[in-house]
């Protein structure tokens, strides 16, 4: 298509590899003497894309489309582009053609039900994600994202069937593993495999604050206004566990009673983000039952916000908190509640989280040695437009 082979493929490979500034000035030297090297102006608009500098980056994407109207790739990529700039219908011009000129292209079929999704046509991005998966079936945010939206939408049948099938076609994967679990009736695991927890936070964790802001999230806050009742704020005097921090939005409801505030998370991604709130004293990745027990009596809080929806079983938690406390400290946490008038101890919902009874936590926390102090309701977030119900739960260790 160019002539230039070769150097066009090095620049391609130094860029895939980050090293843009190699990259730009072997795309510059092409199209110095090449000024309609259609591949250089294409890919040098992509490295523009990710130099954030995206008035030239389109630019030189639709300088190259006019010279090769069939490139599919460049009609995607100028779609990322367009989305980037919100363009939303001229997006969704650019992934069409891109489409239409490639029938099977997966890519631009899975930005297109994104794109669709966006733009609450919840048929279409149905549609879209599908070509996706008859396309290239081992496409696992295809799945992911077509299982979801057929949830929101009420159709729990069909995401569960999804599931499966994301299962058959990717066997090990954690997520599906998890969600075909949450579609069944049986074969409930005690707790959600920490894989599939710290993959799924890694995912969320640039959005998380965010994506919980609309939901009115809102137990951190209703977790620090329960343990000022029972603990002394604003002295900076003791020793504070968050158990399962995520971003960190406990940090700063804690830092004030808190001589030492530390917080443990499966997920890197989200601990970065806790990191950049520069609150906490100590930041652990790890499982918050194993910190626990490796930490034996050292806090005189553990605070744990929605984090034990991700437990059926809750008697190891339960136990390694109360070794983790001082005598006369204090356990806070919520789960989701179960429906009251629901048989079991605990269940798993199709959202994947776990739904726990009332008095099945309290036999957890007074079987590891631990005083119920309260066990109220309180709306943990909305869902759907509909609101959550939590057990918001305190607990104190025997002096």
């Known amino acids: 298509m160019t002539g230039n082979v070769q150097p066009i493929q090095q620049a391609i490979e130094l860029h895939r590899k980050g090293r843009l500034a190699e990259a730009e000035a072997i795309y510059l030297r092409l199209l110095q003497s090449r000024p309609d090297d259609v591949d250089a102006l294409h890919y040098l608009g992509v490295l523009r894309m990710n130099q954030n500098r995206l008035d030239q980056a389109i630019e030189l994407v639709q300088r190259s489309l006019k010279l090769a109207p069939r490139n599919f790739h460049a009609w995607n990529n100028l779609g990322n582009l367009l989305i980037s700039m ?38 279409e991005a149905l549609a879209s994600y599908r070509r996706v998966i008859d396309s290239n079936p081992r496409f696992a945010l295809a799945y992911e994202n077509l299982a979801l939206l057929l949830y929101r939408m009420g159709r729990h049948d069909l995401a569960g069937e999804t599931y499966r099938k994301w299962l058959e076609v990717e066997p090990e994967n954690p997520t599906a593993r998890h969600m075909v679990a949450a579609h069944s009736d049986s074969n409930t695991p005690a707790r959600a495999a920490d894989e599939y927890v710290a993959t799924m936070f890694d995912g969320f964790a640039e959005t ?24 002394r704020f604003s002295e900076s005097r003791l020793a504070v566990l968050d158990a399962g921090c995520g971003t960190g939005l406990c940090g700063p409801l804690l830092r004030s009673t808190a001589a030492t505030l530390a917080g443990v998370d499966l997920s890197a991604g989200m601990l970065a983000r806790a990191r950049e709130r520069k609150v906490y004293d100590e930041l652990h990745e790890g499982e918050l039952v194993a910190f626990m027990r490796a930490h034996p009596d050292s806090y005189d809080v553990v605070i744990s916000a929605d984090t034990l929806v991700y437990f059926g079983v809750l008697e190891d938690a339960m136990a390694a908190a109360a070794a983790a406390l001082k005598p006369g400290g204090v356990l806070a946490f919520t789960v989701e509640a179960a429906p009251a008038e629901a048989a079991e101890d605990f269940s798993l919902q199709p959202h994947g989280r776990y739904v726990h009874a009332r008095e099945y936590l309290r036999r957890c926390i007074e079987g590891a040695g631990l005083e119920v102090l309260q066990i109220e309701h309180g709306v943990l977030r909305k869902e759907m437009g509909v609101d959550v119900n939590g057990h918001v739960t305190l607990a104190r260790k025997p002096v």
């Open 86 to 123: 919100n363009d939303e219908d001229g997006a969704e011009k650019a992934y069409s053609n891109a489409t239409n000129i490639h029938p099977q292209f997966a890519e631009a079929w899975y930005n297109l039900g994104n794109l669709f999704r966006r733009k609450r046509r919840p048929e």
């Open 208 to 231: 998380f604050d965010t994506s919980l802001a609309r939901l009115n999230y809102a137990a951190p806050q209703i977790l620090a206004s329960a343990l000022a009742e029972v603990v």
